[in-house]
């Protein structure tokens, strides 16, 4: 009788520590995946905000950063002579999107909705009511 419970416990044992080895790849696996899927929205951008008149359209660059599990961006637009850049308070990545909080100098705190049409197109809304379109020029 003590053989076959000791036979049960180490089976169990094994068992146990299989079923953990199992989730530990698992977990390595999908931790994986989102870090190349992650990954493929870094680079740099270049596009164009359609504000329509009086205003016009204004060109821009975008540079997207993933370092410790999270997103970085850097963002200029081109006020006609050079790239002046704007202040990022976040950066978030969400169901595919990045969405980025900046300073606006004329508006103040306005959101930037980043989708991603393929691997080197984007589109998105400045300030959740000017279109932009852009393409990727560089990847890092």
């Known amino acids: 009788m003590r053989k076959i419970i000791l036979l049960f416990i180490l089976i169990s044992l094994i068992n146990s520590s299989c079923s953990l080895i199992k989730i530990k790849i698992v977990e390595d696996k999908v931790s994986l995946i989102n870090e190349n899927s992650n990954n493929n929205f870094v680079g740099k951008y270049e596009f164009t ?29 081109f006020d006609g002579n050079k790239y002046v850049p704007l202040a990022v308070n976040k950066t978030e990545l969400y169901e595919g999107a990045i969405f980025i909080s900046l300073e606006d100098t004329d508006i103040g705190t306005v959101e930037m909705e980043v989708y991603f049409d393929d ?8 300030a959740g009511q000017f279109k932009f379109s852009g393409e990727k020029i560089n990847i890092y």
């Open 49 to 77: 905000i359609f504000f329509g008149e009086p205003y016009g359209d204004y060109k821009g660059s975008l540079e997207l950063l993933y370092d410790n599990n999270s997103f970085q961006s850097k963002i200029t637009y």
């Open 119 to 126: 691997d080197d197109l984007i589109s998105g809304f400045y």
